[in-house]
């Protein structure tokens, strides 16, 4: 499990990008996952600003990473009555945001400081390297995330990518 997890970390090193509709890219992503977390008694709800936003993106890389961040959502749902995950999309300038927010245990103020170092982890089944391959991901595709979290109230992660307005690197 570690060399796959390893072996993920250096698998995107230099992304596909390409303009890509958010808006599909998430419908179709949820349709993917819902089940699964309906099993685990987990709500999914998405909210999308606009009829269609697009934005500059690895549809692959994208997958994994948002992939990675529901799987956390679901882990820090476990033991939560009413668990939901919300997912919300809206343009920022020439960013379009990607919040995913969730009601669960959240995160400790300590074990916050350590959310990207390379295998830090809370999880007892855990590798300590998803966060830092999300990260790389996203720094791959000149996009950011940013991790708000309060202990018995939720966590919220925004991963921030360039819309179609940005003009993307050709280099």
């Not at 570690?2 to 179709?28: C, G, M, R």
């Not at 987990?42 to 529901?70: F, P, T």
């Not at 990607?98 to 300590?110: E, P, R, V």
């Amino acid at each position: 499990y570690l060399l796959k997890a390893l072996k993920n970390y250096s698998l995107f090193e230099k992304p596909v990008v390409q303009e890509i509709s958010a808006t599909h890219f998430l419908d179709d992503f949820i349709a993917l996952i819902r089940d699964d977390f309906s099993q685990k008694s987990i709500r999914i709800h998405s909210v999308i600003s606009e009829k269609d936003i697009s934005v500059w993106a690895d549809s692959r890389a994208l997958h994994h990473i948002m992939l990675n961040l529901l799987t956390n959502a679901a882990d820090a749902l476990k033991d939560t009555s009413l668990a939901k995950i919300v997912i919300n999309v809206t343009r920022k300038g020439d960013w379009v945001e990607i919040k995913i927010d969730d009601n669960g245990c959240g995160i400790s103020d300590t074990d916050q400081q350590n959310l990207f170092k390379p295998f830090f982890t809370s999880k007892t089944t855990g590798t300590g390297l998803g966060l830092v391959i999300v990260r790389k991901m996203l720094a791959a595709m000149h996009s950011h995330i940013k991790i708000e979290s309060y202990q018995g109230i939720g966590t919220t992660v925004t991963i921030s990518l360039p819309g179609k307005e940005n003009v993307w690197p050709k280099n």
